[in-house]
């Protein structure tokens, strides 16, 4: 069974994810502590992927809002960015400039395909991911490209951006659309981090717990069918041992491996 935790450099840290994952429960002031320790080490991990002089400039970002609207979160929001890749995610809700129409978004972390957790937004303050959800909910970004679209032989994401060819072979049809799948780095990241967020916050409810499709149905799709939400958040508030887990090792998420995530349940 591999280590998920490899990023961390922060011994504390990385003990308080091995032992969430396993199950353990933390007091309210242990785990304010780890997400505070987690927004210390993404500073490196945020200049690492985006280089140093980019972080000096744009980071930490100006793109939130004030504090909660209820005092805390009363929920959390999973989306996926529909790209591919950590760092134009990272640059994007960034304080950089934007062009276009589109110029508040953000989100209080970002999970990279490789299960690396970003903390962009501190949890105690207001981002703008999610429309009217955003003064009461957390948002959690997933590296995901999201459903593709068949354009003259090829995979295409966002529209008009060429798939990866050496990807291609992880993509599966729902529903005759074409979705990437998420990773197990990314489940075992969620699973990590809601857990920490509700030990932070005891306000979060699990029905609350929701994507993107839930909070605004008539224009948004993520996370899409690949995305297990109900089984991850009933893990996460049931506290199971998420090392039981059998597909630990697989990089792509299948459809039918999601079934040995519904039979811990």
């Known amino acids: 069974m591999p280590y998920w935790f490899n990023w961390i450099t922060n011994s504390k840290l990385a003990a308080a994810a091995d032992y969430t994952l396993s199950g353990g429960r933390l007091l309210i002031s242990d785990a304010k502590d780890v997400l505070a320790m987690l927004g210390q080490e993404s500073v490196s991990l945020i200049s690492k992927e985006i280089g140093p002089s980019n972080y000096g400039k744009f980071y930490p970002t100006d793109r939130h809002g004030g504090f909660w609207k209820l005092g805390n979160p009363v929920g959390v929001v999973d989306h996926y960015t529909a790209g591919i890749n950590t760092r134009p995610v ?11 129409d589109i110029v508040s978004s953000s989100a209080h972390f970002v999970i ?63 529903n005759k659309e074409p979705w990437e799948p998420y990773t197990s780095n990314q489940l075992i990241a969620n699973i990590v981090l809601k857990r920490w967020l509700i030990e932070a916050f005891p306000s979060i409810e699990q029905q609350n717990c929701v994507d993107h499709a839930k909070i605004s149905p008539d224009r948004k799709r993520d996370c899409g069918p690949l995305w297990p939400l109900k089984d991850l ?25 999601l079934t040995s995530l519904a039979l811990l349940l």
């Open 90 to 100: 990272l640059l994007w809700f960034s304080s950089r400039p934007r062009e276009g």
């Open 233 to 257: 958040n009933k893990l996460v508030f049931d506290f199971t041992n998420a090392r039981k887990i059998e597909w630990h090792d697989k990089q792509a998420i299948a459809k039918k491996d």
């Open 112 to 174: 990279g395909r490789d299960g690396i957790i970003y903390s962009v937004v501190p949890p105690d303050l207001i981002a703008w991911h999610a429309t009217v959800a955003n003064d009461t909910h957390i948002g959690i970004e997933h590296v995901n490209a999201g459903v593709l679209r068949r354009k003259t032989g090829t995979l295409r994401y966002q529209e008009s951006i060429e798939y990866p060819k050496e990807r291609t072979h992880s993509v599966q049809t729902i």
